[in-house]
């Protein structure tokens, strides 16, 4: 029981601990596509230090909803981040929190965001606010279409479940899942305020979404945001990694080596991933803001499609 | 307990007669209100025992000395409407709290008072009747009751055309809910409920499902037959708007359930297939209808219609498990639908009631003139946001938890063994899904212009916080909105008896699960505990802000917004409520509402302004009742000349009529 829960909070410290690298090394690996040195990798731990060192400017009229809100989106998506395996399955909050959990908090974090983009009543606050809602009314959906397959398959809506039955003799290829994996990257980008959905480097663009709604944040304020939206990005790729690649990762309960051997498995995952996501990212322009509910809804119409698949496929008993 | 059940509705009828006389001082009114609250009250409690204590062995129904000549008059709680009794009571007390302070804003309240306990009465009839004759006669004067309310502000046009839509559609589904009644009851049978469900009157089940849902499911709200809901429910006032939206509709999903699932006999499969098809359009359109509101009051009527429909998929569900002999799988969508009966009461009252307070202290309904309310009504504000957290489907709150169990049986439907549900299924779990995206839109709209942002009038920069009442009613529901999130557990449980009296089976008990977390199927397959994850949350924040106030600079300085460096001291230059709707108009609206946005723009030279024009249809309302306008006005027309014939004419008119009908028994028989 205590061993579990010391693997569940170390997932926790992990996660949160690895987000800024994730983005650094993303930046890094950025730089080098495109023939720059770029920053240290340590970059984003530096700027989260600095920002919380300044001081907070914040507009005449915020309210309290502006000032708690950093905090609280932060919290949602780290309890959504600590649930999503990393190096071992088995996690103990899987029981609380499933897959479904997991994409609804992600939901009221980005619920609150968009509400703290509108508290200071300027149009850059709304217009991100806007096209954020808009492109999660199609990215939400796609996602737990994706969830749906994958469940369907594990017959558990558990990540951990789901998961484990990954590393399992059972699982084996199949459409729905190639489907679904195809669905959960455009989700992945396009919630993550990547290129082509969105710049995360752009400022001062009309282009700009997530940026757009931070636009009044500073200081301590839009550290924790920056944390949060770091932390996003490590969710996103672990899940797609203890999905898709389940290699290496430790079971329940496993002992030391294996933790190791899949703490080293994690790092190597992310780091494919981070440089998979990144070519793609430099490959590609920036879509037009309407453009993206086509791009995204591609993914919901495969989601939907691995789903029913799915359901035809199987015999009724 | 029936016999206290019906007497309080006796003195809720008795109230709605002093109501006349007190309406004309304010603290008469007053005193009314207060009454109806605390009868509601025991109503509740008296539902909840009954819904609660282990079933006595023949409790006798009340039978009352009036009625037909051939049926009794039967009043008494089973489960079904105990539960349902429950959810209604309680939120018509926490209304009624509200109302002894916001009532006291009504422009005439002799025009509101006496209806109000009479509705409620109403309402409670239709749930205590066991038989049909008491049920129609609840029914329709529930109807009527909220029809006097709806047109209570008779001087504006538009009230008076929603009322007269309300009465039409009212009329239309009574009728419906007659004719299923006589069917179920067949050519000699009783109209009590016992003896209908004795006489199973085989072969008229299919017939009573689509009446049912075109009767009970205009009053909740269905599309097509939604249209006039949103009109009605905003015309009333605030309070009454609460209770139509949140518990009246309620109402109407018991009659469905009565008459589909207790009166109808064993579903056949096909029978998921219509309720399936017109709850997933219903939850879809009725979301989108909500965004392309700038009204708050319209807002929120709308949405009812998208979480009636997330009630009906349940329930669509439910029927194509028991069908098949799933039991488990049945009772997990039963219970997700009734937990979603009784969310839905909670948080649409919430935020009627917010609405009301906003409009007593502005004046305004139009989002486009408000802003900035947070900090002028900040009790308000706090327990909307937590109302439009709740109804976005969100944890921790308690709306999330009954889509999360309807997902989970949709999750089980692979089971079935027929393909038309099963092609059918995902697509509605891929409607569910979008619309609660959708909902977490309409509500960041409807909460982000009204309260957040700088006022758009000087009426919302004028606002002043609303009164005691209104804000302990509302921080209550807002509680119950959370605990029915962190406590799912005991909710289900106490729901559970409904599951059995329908379908014969029942969700395992979810008290002996620990920490508080609710296992629909099996642990391993899916579990949520909203308790842990609200804990997990608030530890989170609390470390975080306790970790940045330890090593973080302390400095906070208030300055001008920063907007990129192009502030503009005009708050019509904020995000409006047409604008935020924007991109989600030109990518649903454009199919859905044939939205054509028009710009017109000046010669270049010409200092005349710029104006965009949005044009939406409500498509439902053009393919389907203009026509039937037309036709009625067509024949309105046409007979309008029998108006002015001699009497010899009108003679051998009736003698003809008369001929024929004679014809028509002779051949009959």
Not at chain 2, 149 to 178: E, K, P, Q
Not at chain 2, 327 to 349: M, P, Q, R, T
Not at chain 2, 544 to 563: E, G, K, Y
Request: aromatic residues 8%; positive net charge.
């Amino acid at each position: 029981m205590i061993r579990e829960w010391l693997t569940q909070l170390a997932q926790a410290a992990l996660v949160l601990g690895l987000a800024p690298l994730l983005s650094g090394a993303t930046r890094t690996i950025r730089a080098r596509l495109l023939r720059r040195r770029g920053p240290s990798v340590l970059q984003p731990y530096r700027d989260l230090l600095k920002l919380i060192r300044k001081e907070v400017v914040i507009a005449e009229n915020a309210s309290w909803l502006f000032r708690a809100a950093p905090y609280v989106i932060f919290a949602t998506t780290w309890v959504a981040a600590a649930v999503v395996p990393t190096f071992a399955t088995g996690l103990t909050w899987s029981a609380a929190a499933d897959l479904i959990v997991i994409v609804a908090l992600l939901g009221t974090a980005r619920f609150l965001l968009a509400l703290a983009g509108l508290d200071v009543g300027t149009s850059f606050g709304g217009i991100g606010s806007s096209r954020e809602m808009m492109f999660a009314s199609l990215a939400e959906p796609a996602m737990l279409m994706a969830v749906f397959t994958l469940s369907l398959f594990a017959g558990s809506t558990q990540l951990s479940s789901i998961s484990a039955y990954m590393l399992g003799p059972q699982a084996g290829l199949s459409i729905s899942l190639a489907l679904a994996l195809v669905a959960l990257i455009i989700v992945s980008i396009g919630e993550n305020a990547r290129i082509p959905v969105d710049n995360p480097a752009t400022h001062l663009e009309l282009t700009m979404v997530h940026e757009a709604m931070i636009l009044e944040y500073s200081g301590r304020h839009l550290a924790v945001i920056e944390a949060a939206a770091a932390l996003k990005l490590v969710l996103y790729l672990s899940l797609i990694a203890c999905v898709f690649a389940p290699w290496g990762t430790a079971v329940a309960g496993a002992g030391g080596v294996a933790y190791a051997i899949g703490l080293g498995a994690y790092a190597i995952k992310l780091t494919v991933l981070a440089f998979l996501l990144v070519l793609f990212e430099t490959a590609i322009a920036k879509m037009r803001v309407f453009r993206v509910p086509e791009f995204l809804g591609v993914a919901l119409m495969l989601g939907l499609l691995g789903t029913i698949l799915l359901f035809v496929s199987r015999v009724p008993r | 307990m029936s016999q206290l059940a019906a007497m309080s509705m006796g003195v809720l009828l008795v109230l709605a007669v002093l109501g006349i006389f007190a309406a004309r001082r304010p603290l008469g009114s007053r005193l009314i209100y207060a009454a109806c609250m605390l009868i509601c009250s025991a109503l509740a409690g008296i539902a909840l025992f009954a819904l609660l204590a282990p079933p006595s062995p023949v409790e006798a129904a009340l039978e009352l000395p009036v009625g037909l000549p051939l049926g009794r008059t039967l009043l008494a709680f089973d489960p079904l409407s105990a539960a349902f009794a429950v959810i209604v009571n309680v939120a018509s007390a926490i209304v009624s709290g509200y109302a002894i302070g916001h009532g006291a804003h009504a422009r005439e309240p002799q025009r509101v008072v006496p209806f109000y306990p009479a509705f409620i009465a109403a309402m409670n009839l239709v749930l205590l009747a066991q038989d049909a004759f008491s049920f129609l006669v609840g029914w329709e004067f529930m109807s009527l009751a909220s029809w006097a309310l709806v047109v209570s502000d008779h001087a504006s046009a538009d009230n008076r055309r929603a009322a007269l839509v309300y009465l039409i559609m009212a009329t239309g589904g009574a009728l419906t809910l007659l004719l299923a009644f006589g069917l179920l009851a067949g050519a000699d049978g009783g109209y009590a409920f016992e003896e209908i469900r004795r006489a199973a009157e085989s072969g008229v089940g299919p017939i009573v499902l689509i009446l049912a849902l075109v009767g009970a499911g205009s009053k909740a709200g269905l599309v097509p037959l939604h249209v006039w809901l949103p009109l009605a429910h905003p015309a009333a006032p605030s309070h009454v708007s609460a209770l139509m939206s949140g518990v009246m509709t309620k109402v109407a999903v018991y009659g469905f359930v009565r008459l589909v699932f207790d009166l109808a006999g064993p579903p056949s499969w096909w029978w998921s297939v219509p309720v399936l098809v017109v709850a997933g359009i219903t939850a879809l359109l009725g979301v989108l209808y909500a965004l392309m509101e700038h009204d708050l009051k319209r807002l929120l009527a709308y949405h009812t219609v998208e979480n009636i429909g997330i009630i009906f998929i349940g329930l669509g569900l439910a029927l194509a498990f028991e069908a098949n002999g799933l039991g488990a799988a049945a009772a997990l969508a039963f219970a997700a639908a009734i937990f979603h009966v009784l969310n839905h009461s909670l948080f649409k009252s919430l935020l009627f009631l917010g609405s009301g307070a906003v409009l007593n202290a502005t004046g305004e309904r139009d989002m486009e003139h408000l802003g900035g309310l947070i900090h002028r009504m900040p009790v308000t504000a706090l327990t909307f946001l937590a109302g439009c957290i709740a109804i976005s489907a969100l944890p921790p709150f308690n709306g999330f938890v009954s889509e999360w169990l309807t997902f989970q049986a949709i999750l089980l439907s692979p089971e079935l063994p027929q393909w038309i549900p099963r092609l059918l299924v995902p697509a509605i779990g891929a409607t569910l899904a979008c619309s609660a995206a959708l909902a977490a839109a309409c509500f960041v709209k409807a909460f982000g212009m009204t309260f957040l942002g700088r006022p758009r009038s000087p009426a919302a920069s004028g606002a002043r916080e609303t009164d005691g009442w209104s804000q302990s009613a509302m921080a209550l529901l807002a509680l119950l909105c959370l605990l029915a999130g962190i406590l799912p557990g005991f909710v289900m449980d106490s729901l559970q008896p409904v599951t059995q009296m329908a379908l014969g089976t029942r969700l395992a008990p979810q008290a002996a699960q620990p920490w508080f977390r609710i296992v629909p199927i099996d642990a391993s397959r899916s579990a949520y505990n909203g308790l842990f994850v609200c804990v997990m949350i608030l530890i989170g924040a609390a470390a975080t802000a306790l970790m940045v106030r330890q090593f973080a600079s302390h400095a906070l300085r208030r300055s001008a917004a920063w907007d990129c460096g192009f502030p503009d001291a005009s708050p019509a230059t904020q995000y409006s409520a047409g604008s935020f709707a924007q991109p989600i108009r030109r990518v649903f609206g454009s199919v859905v509402f044939r939205a054509r946005e028009r710009v017109v723009m000046p010669k270049p030279g010409d200092t005349a302004v710029a104006r965009l024009h949005v044009e939406l249809r409500d498509t439902v309302w053009d393919a389907l009742y203009v026509p039937v306008i037309r036709l009625v006005e067509a024949i309105t027309e046409r007979l309008n000349r029998m108006q002015f014939l001699t009497i010899r004419t009108y003679l051998t008119l009736v003698f003809a009529a008369l001929v024929v009908l004679l014809i028509i028994v002779g051949t009959w028989q």
